[in-house]
Structures are given as C-alpha cells and as structure tokens.
C-alpha cells in the first residue's frame, strides 16, 4: 500500500476543529479550518512572518 500523499499532524476542538495538515512530497504546511456542520470547510497554506510557506522536512520513507 502506497503512504499517504497528507498526513495530520495536529487538531484542535471538536466542532469549531483546527488541523494542521503535511504534504509529505513537498512538506508545505496547510491550516484546515471548519466551523460547525453548516458553515463549511477552508484549507489555506501557512505562511511565516515573510509570507513563505511553512515547510516541514520530510523523510523519505520506503512503500
């Protein structure tokens, strides 16, 4: 089976929910943010103070 092309490696809350999420081929960080049921869902990249990407270092790992 091939590894996840993302990975979660933070949330916060249960109906008002904060994840972090890693591309683990580039290792850009994204914010997912959702608010109750009704009021949807929005991915953004995180950026630092420069407004780059917030890039973790990935290992390459083997499938």
């Known amino acids: 089976m091939?590894?996840?092309r993302f990975v979660?490696?933070?949330s916060q809350g249960v109906v008002n929910?904060?994840?972090i999420v890693v591309d683990t081929q580039t290792g850009v960080n994204?914010?997912?943010g959702s608010r109750g049921k009704q009021a949807g869902t929005?991915?953004?990249v995180l950026v630092d103070r420069?407004?780059?990407p917030?890039?973790?270092t990935v290992q390459q790992r083997k499938q």
Do not use: F, I, N, S
């Open 30 to 32: 994204y914010l997912l």
């Open 42 to 44: 929005g991915l953004t």
């Open 17 to 19: 929910v904060a994840k």
């Open 8 to 10: 979660e490696v933070y």
């Open 54 to 56: 917030v890039v973790t």
């Open 50 to 52: 420069d407004g780059k």
């Open 2 to 4: 091939a590894k996840d």
